[in-house]
């Protein structure tokens, strides 16, 4: 137990929880004074946004020489952080619904955080931890300004679904199906190769 | 780092302007100041997000501060949006916000420019509010950090003082924008310059428009224009030997809508612009409103009025704008015709009084 602390302290994980939270709790308010569902769905969106990229910072110790020199196997436990902070964050976002006005169901969010986190993890292995915020949300503003009305039916042929996924509403099999790759893709990619140094 | 963001700024802008200049018909210098003031705003963005990064040095600060300005610029217009949706012009700080509100309120549109002075007050905030972000980052001490702000708060209440109590005073309409394009042959057609482009596909509908009410009334107007007035600022004033128009355009700068469509709202209230308070009329009353213009227009034409006269022609309207067609043309002829007349002149006097009444209430031709 003690080592778990130790290892989470040194993750800094405190501080992406508060993020979580503040964020979470900042961005839910503001969706809750509005009325008009574009500006509530965008801001759901964000919230999940900023839940992925809390993960970002954690996937990186201090040192990332002095890390690997621990004869552990990193790969599994590397996977499982990714895989806890995911379902962490799924957690604390999926709690706005004990306020009667959710973000979104738990399958939106999940789906949501398993792509987003997915690249983060990518990002993380590709780009470093602290710069691997960036690919979810470069994605996912690069097709806010795309947004039809939230709500309307999916539209448009597969890969254009598959592109758009962040956006799409809940139960769009092509959107479902690009989360669990990104997270998937992500999940090993960190696993295996860890954070770029 | 600024003058990298700023010049990404003005590439964005040469790629629009290589989409919409092929297609533009009226270019004046002057709008280029809007994108300077654009370009400007790069600098406080890059030297305040420095300044944050600079205090706050954790790998969680850019991700919540790019994540906290997306939802500020995308909410802060919504929330203007519904402000003025019931009815008000939003005040003119909303311009010290960095985005384009006005836009998405719907107070501005493309016959409008910025004044000199929203410029400079734009300008003046920007200006302070760089002068603290630079000073916030290269602050050695906790009161010079407390001094930074100084520049910001004083270019606040300077623009405060500077800028017009309501936005729409903040724009004015561009006379090199509304100047008349007409044809060259009676009668005379015109459109705005910015929408020269549209002036082959309105003389059609407007020609048919105008020999319909010259043939079927008994004083008709002798020419078409386009419309330029908008919400907030309806200055056109409507006369007895002009039918006023507005059109929607495409991309390319032709007219949305087939010409059928554009003649049915030519003819809307015998060839009149709605003279009636959108935000003040109860909804009862434009309904009432609207219906007989749709009916006048229907007579005109000749044929049993659509649905919507903004929506779907192909659908038959509802059952009281049927039911008032039906009761003008069971009417002597020479009431119809006197009754679609007094219709007119009521909605070019703007006398407030009830449409459908005069089309076939009790009211009548006075």
């Known amino acids: ?197 | 780092m600024a003058l990298a963001v700023v010049m990404g700024y003005v590439g964005m802008f040469a790629v629009g302007a290589g989409y919409v200049g092929p297609l533009a018909s009226y270019f004046p210098i002057g709008s280029m100041w809007i994108v300077a003031v654009g370009a400007l705003s790069m600098v406080p963005a890059v030297w305040l997000g420095l300044a944050i990064g600079s205090r706050l040095p954790s790998a969680l600060t850019p991700p919540v501060l790019a994540i906290a300005g997306v939802a500020a610029l995308l909410v802060a217009p919504e929330m203007l949006f519904h402000a003025s949706q019931s009815g008000g012009d939003p005040p003119g700080t909303t311009l010290l916000l960095p985005s384009v509100a006005a836009a998405r309120t719907g107070t501005m549109t493309e016959f409008l420019t910025a004044t000199a002075r929203t410029h400079l007050t734009q300008v003046l905030w920007l200006a302070a509010l760089a002068t603290t972000g630079l000073a916030c980052f290269t602050a050695a001490s906790r009161r010079a950090v407390v001094a930074a702000f100084l520049p910001a708060v004083l270019g606040a209440a300077l623009a405060v003082l500077l800028l017009p109590g309501r936005l729409s005073a903040a724009y004015v309409l561009d006379q090199g924008a509304i100047a008349p394009v007409c044809t060259a042959d009676a009668p005379k057609v015109c459109v705005t310059r910015t929408h020269a482009a549209a002036l082959d596909d309105l003389r059609g509908p407007a020609r048919q428009a105008l020999a319909v009410l010259s043939a079927k009334l008994p004083t008709a107007p002798t020419s078409v224009a386009e419309d330029y007035g908008s919400t907030h600022l309806d200055v056109q004033p409507q006369r007895a030997h002009t039918v006023l128009v507005t059109f929607r355009v495409t991309d390319a700068g032709r007219t949305a809508d087939p010409p059928h469509e554009i003649l049915w709202d030519l003819l809307a209230g015998a060839g009149t612009r709605p003279c009636v308070d959108v935000n003040q009329a109860q909804l009862e009353q434009l309904a009432r409103h609207f219906r007989a213009r749709l009916v006048a227009a229907a007579w005109l034409i000749g044929q049993p009025p659509p649905a919507d006269p903004d929506g779907n022609k192909d659908r038959p309207a509802d059952h009281e704008t049927l039911q008032a067609w039906e009761t003008l043309r069971g009417l002597p002829a020479t009431e119809q015709r006197a009754r679609v007349a007094a219709l007119r002149r009521s909605e070019l006097a703007c006398d407030g009084r009830d449409l459908l009444d005069i089309l076939v209430g009790q009211g009548g031709p006075r």
């Open chain 1, 1 to 197: 137990m003690r080592w778990l602390a130790l290892y989470l302290r040194s993750r800094s994980a405190p501080a992406a929880v508060a993020a979580v939270l503040g964020t979470t709790a900042a961005l839910w308010s503001l969706r809750h004074a509005i009325d008009e569902p574009q500006p509530r769905g965008i801001l759901a969106l964000l919230a999940f946004l900023a839940g992925a990229a809390a993960i970002a910072p954690g996937l990186a110790g201090a040192d990332i020489d002095l890390d690997r020199t621990a004869a552990i196997a990193w790969p599994p436990r590397r996977a499982a952080h990714v895989i806890v902070a995911g379902a962490a964050v799924i957690g604390i976002l999926a709690a706005t619904a004990l306020t009667g006005d959710p973000l979104a169901h738990a399958g939106p969010i999940a789906r949501a955080i398993t792509g987003m986190g997915g690249l983060v993890a990518l990002g993380a292995a590709t780009l470093g931890a602290s710069h691997a915020w960036l690919p979810p949300a470069t994605w996912t503003l690069l097709v806010l300004p795309l947004t039809p009305p939230f709500g309307t039916a999916p539209t448009g042929p597969t890969y254009e679904l598959m592109l758009t996924w962040v956006i799409q509403p809940a139960g769009t099999t092509p959107a479902t199906v690009t989360a669990v790759i990104l997270g998937a893709a992500g999940t090993l990619t960190y696993a295996v190769f860890g954070t770029r140094r």
